[in-house]
């Protein structure tokens, strides 16, 4: 079984900083691609920041030069680090990971999700 797991949410007042951490672990997935995504109530799931299967990074408009996203690769980890939070940054961030699984009937598309971590910006 492949799990991701994130941490580090929380509450916090405008302008200051998170760092969230997702961890992959399964010993049958080779992972090509995580990222981090977030949803507010009402409104639709959006890319965050992530890493592209060539190792470069992509970042939503509304994050650039405020978010940074950085990597462990031997540990299967992404963290996301949040500063100048923003009350428009609420929401539950969710961590992504694209690969391949190995099964017994052979490799497989994988695309797994993690529980998500509330992270509410408010004065």
């Known amino acids: 079984q492949v799990q991701l797991v994130e941490s580090g949410g929380g509450l916090v007042q405008p302008g200051w900083s998170l760092r969230l951490s997702c961890a992959a672990s399964?010993?049958?997935?080779?992972?090509?691609?995580m990222g981090w995504y977030r949803q507010a109530p009402g409104k639709q799931r959006e890319l965050v920041a992530s890493f592209t299967p060539g190792g470069t990074t992509n970042y939503a408009d509304s994050v650039e030069g405020r978010f940074t996203i950085s990597r462990e690769n031997a540990k299967n980890t992404i963290y996301l680090q949040m500063n100048s939070l923003k009350p428009e940054d609420t929401a539950v961030y969710l961590c992504n990971a694209q690969g391949v699984y190995y099964s017994t009937y052979g490799p497989r598309a994988g695309d797994i999700w993690g529980q998500g971590t509330q992270v509410t910006v408010s004065s």
């Open positions: 399964g010993n049958r997935f080779s992972i090509d691609a």
